[in-house]
């Protein structure tokens, strides 16, 4: 009888552990994945269940009785496609007010909801921009996406909403690169328009940009961070040639101020996500369309120097600015507010608290504002029809 080999049995016995032990893990491993997958849908749901409640909520609160109400959200035919609008008021027959969206390519209408209060005094209108939102498609022309362009479609939209609401003059309001839209559709259309409100009023994007860059650098050699300096240092100061420069300064700046980005801040996720006028879809088609548009309109923007083109507006003007503004600045705003020659007078509000979003920042003094100044002191708040 031949004995064992002792070595030859040990090595098989640990070669046994070994493929037990392993797959004893393997099948944990597996089993964990499962369990933390199940979790994740489970919170996923749960999450999506916490939208549907918090949207039905929303929706209930901000119910309008039609008529004498208009509540309507659709498409409209500007410049030869189509682009979507958003159109609230408790009563049709109150003043007309159209809002100009930033970005370029960051609709409001997602945010809107904030200030549902001021529905009870305006028909507001929301407008998703040309390649903005939900009027963002990939069928749009490049070439189209021009300041031009966006001025007449913002025409053709003004001269829409004076028919169907009977009314000759119309409230308008800009927010960011919305307040250039804004300053030149009041400037060159004067009629058509009751008051101008400036939001985070731009007024020379290439001298805003500047500043920024220069704070950028100040607080990089402040904060010793070499990272910083570096990448600063090696695009050089503005004007930038091209947009890789540009978002180079702006991460910076972002993140010596966190709130230069206000659009995408986890605030500004969270309202977007909860948002009862966007679904998932059009928080995706917001993304796209933001890149769209910043590619192909930044340095149309970034050209205008409103202190040379609109120095004088043959309404009344209201400023309203976040005191700690990071992305136009309200220095310059402030410089711009002091130049401009106002027919009908002009103010100029500070919101203490806010940022580059005052009206989503300190919504109920925005809504104050906007009914005890701009809309009482304005044509005693009356329809212009």
């Not at 749901?45 to 309507?72: E, F, K, M, T, W």
Request: proline residues 5%; glycine residues 6%; positive net charge.
């Amino acid at each position: 009888m031949v004995s064992a080999d002792p070595v030859r049995v040990s090595r098989l016995m640990s070669s046994s552990r070994s493929s037990r032990w392993k797959s004893s893990f393997a099948k944990l491993c597996k089993r964990s994945a499962l369990i933390l997958g199940a979790l994740l849908l489970c919170a996923f749901i749960a999450l999506l269940a916490a939208r549907a409640l918090r949207q039905h909520q929303s929706n209930a609160a901000r119910h309008i009785v039609v008529p004498p109400g208009a509540d309507a959200l659709e498409p409209v035919r500007l410049g030869g496609i189509e682009q979507w609008i958003r159109i609230r008021g408790h009563d049709r027959a109150r003043p007309v007010l159209l809002f100009l969206h930033g970005g370029p390519g960051i609709p409001e209408m997602p945010f809107a909801y904030i200030n549902a209060e001021l529905e009870k005094h305006f028909v507001i209108v929301q407008w998703d921009q040309r390649g903005a939102g939900k009027s963002f498609s990939s069928d749009i022309p490049a070439e189209s996406m021009r300041l031009e362009q966006l001025l007449s479609d913002g025409r053709e939209l003004v001269h829409l909403l004076r028919g169907r609401f009977a009314q000759d003059r119309i409230f308008l309001a800009g927010h960011s690169t919305g307040s250039i839209l804004g300053v030149l559709l009041a400037q060159q259309e004067p009629q058509l328009f009751r008051a101008y409100i400036g939001i985070s009023q731009a007024a020379n994007l290439e001298t805003s940009e500047s500043l920024l860059y220069a704070f950028a650098l100040r607080a990089a050699e402040a904060a010793r961070d070499r990272k910083a300096l570096a990448r600063l240092r090696e695009i050089g100061a503005p004007p930038f040639s091209n947009a890789k420069q540009l978002q180079i300064s702006q991460k910076w700046v972002n993140k010596f101020a966190p709130d230069r980005f206000g659009a995408i801040s986890f605030e500004r996720l969270r309202l977007l996500f909860f948002s009862p006028e966007y679904s998932l879809a059009d928080a995706v088609r917001l993304a796209r369309g933001a890149k769209f548009s910043f590619e192909h309109l930044w340095r149309e923007f970034f050209a205008v120097d409103l202190f040379q083109q609109a120095p004088r507006l043959e309404m009344a003007v209201f400023f309203m600015e976040g005191r700690h503004d990071h992305v136009v600045t309200s220095e310059v705003a402030e410089e711009y507010f002091h130049a401009l020659d106002a027919s009908a007078g002009k103010q100029l509000f500070w919101f203490e608290h806010s940022a580059h979003w005052p009206q989503l920042d300190e919504p109920k003094k925005f809504q104050q504002l906007m009914v005890e100044k701009v809309l009482k002191e304005t044509d005693d708040g009356r329809p212009s029809g």
